[in-house]
């Protein structure tokens, strides 16, 4: 083990702007474990899910601790107090994604369920045989697929924007593909495979001027960059809790209010409805409409404090550290001749895609979890993105506020090491 | 358990870099692909039998060491064996990758049909021994097993595409 791994879990030196990364670890429980052979945890997945501070698992604990009962259904005083804290994360999902209204928040189970919830309401209701749905090469799959589902379901067709070969989207391509058939354009904020960061206030300004409906996945997005729906100036934005510290199962759609007021509902159920009789029911107001049955209460309490969270470390800082991080390890990983780096846009997140000659990824990703260095291996549920660069999977380190320059330097002498063994 | 050496062992590494039996058998009379999309491991293979006897087997493809090595090490030991016997020993290569254990009865005491006489051993794991290391990685043993279950497939004349994943 190099000495570098020993102190990871140790206090470390404050870092440039203050931001005191052994403090910000110190929040995170799970950091301090230890793997097999007493190896620390570098935990360097976070694209795929971010860890949890003790304010979010606390929230959950005291929730059902203290609190747990239905929401708005009760005059009982759990009842009150569940449904006051379920809304004022609503509340909070509102003021972090600069939202006018609370209503414009619908809480949902993940991005996924998101973008499936617009594809087949507004987009059931909307899009026409002829009509055209526009995306980009550099979609996670859960912006791909439920465009598919609605263009074979109402007979239009989905437009695919080029990327380039450093991963960024061929802007002048997705404005060619525009056309006054375009009903609606989907991209993401970030990629989840890349790293790209789209320009999407540029992007949604292409759109609208065919008249086209915008939306952007933010899955990747909200813990690292700050989001302003308005100054974005999007139809429809989504974001999953468990990546930016919160509970898995609960995540937000944002839509402006004209557009989730004329909507059709998307599950029938409780919660949705104002009133039921055999032969009609009326439909809740928005966002209840959109949120049959009982929700993921616990979830939506500990995606609240994790906003929380956020907002007390600052995006800025966040941003700051995690700008260091990717310079550092793609300097680092660069060093390397046998490491081939994908996704090497002028503007990205913390997130290093790359792959070793002549080393399947899932060899290098046992060879790195044997160093105690979580990354993701495979596709990364964007396998057009694979498909584009010619190969079948990538190695993904992807970094977060609480990682370290020593948990960079981990990687690339994992990475070392996967190069010796295969020799 | 306490290295990587055990699981990336050279003969691993050097069945990966030179797969033997690579190739293609013109005259096979069973052809069966295995494919892992999420991998990105795909593999065809091809059988000969004469008599009961596994006379000839190579595959083509590959992906990551331990599927490549699996396959490879797999059709050296199965070549010469009885159909029976070939089965046998994917089960006992099976409880190896899987528990860790090697049991010359393979998992499967008792619902052994397929596997012809269920209280016969299996032959020897010998190379695939080498293998052992997996059950310690249960998300690789997708990798280890794919070529066994496109041997099996083939052996039945099955058409459809084996999937481990």
Known sequence: MSPSLTALNQPQPRQAGGFDVARIRAEFPILTRLLAHGRPLVYLDNAAT??????????????????NANIHRGVHTLSVEATQAYEAARRKMQRFLGAERPEEIVFVRSCTEAVNLVAQT????????????????MEHHSNIVPWQILCEQNGATLRVAPIDDSGELRIDEFERLLSDRTRI?????????????????????????????????????????????????????CVTGHKMFGPTGAGALYGRYALLDAMPPYQGG????KSVTFEKTEYNAVPHKFEAGTPNISGVVGLGAAIDYVERVGLAAIGAHERDLLEYATAQLSAIPQVRLYGVAR????????????VHPHDAGTILDQQGVAVRTGHHCAQPVMDRFGIPATCRASFALYNTREEVDALVSGVRKVIEVFG | MSDLGDLYQELLLDHYRRPRNHGRIADADGVADGNNPLCGDRVRVFVRVRDDIVQDVKFEGGGCAISTASASIMTEAVKGQTIGDARRLFKRFHKLVTEGIDDPRGPAHGTGERAGDASAEAPPLGKLEVFAGVGEYPARVKCATLAWHTLEAALEHRTETVTTE
């Open chain 1, 270 to 273: 409780g919660e949705m409805i």
């Open chain 1, 185 to 237: 354009a989907a991209f993401t904020h970030v990629s989840n495979a890349l790293g790209t960061v789209n320009p999407v206030r540029e992007l949604v300004e292409l759109a609208r001027k065919v008249g086209a409906v915008t939306l952007i996945d933010g899955a990747q997005a909200a813990p690292h960059l700050p989001i302003d729906v308005r100054g974005i100036g999007c139809d429809f934005y």
């Open chain 1, 347 to 358: 503007h990205k997140a913390a997130v290093v895609s790359f792959t070793i000659d002549g």
């Open chain 1, 50 to 67: 971010s860890q949890k501070p003790q304010a979010v698992i606390e929230s959950v604990c005291g929730y059902y601790g203290c609190n």
């Open chain 1, 122 to 137: 507004w987009g059931r209701a909307n899009v026409r045989p002829g009509d055209e749905v526009l995306i980009t090469h």
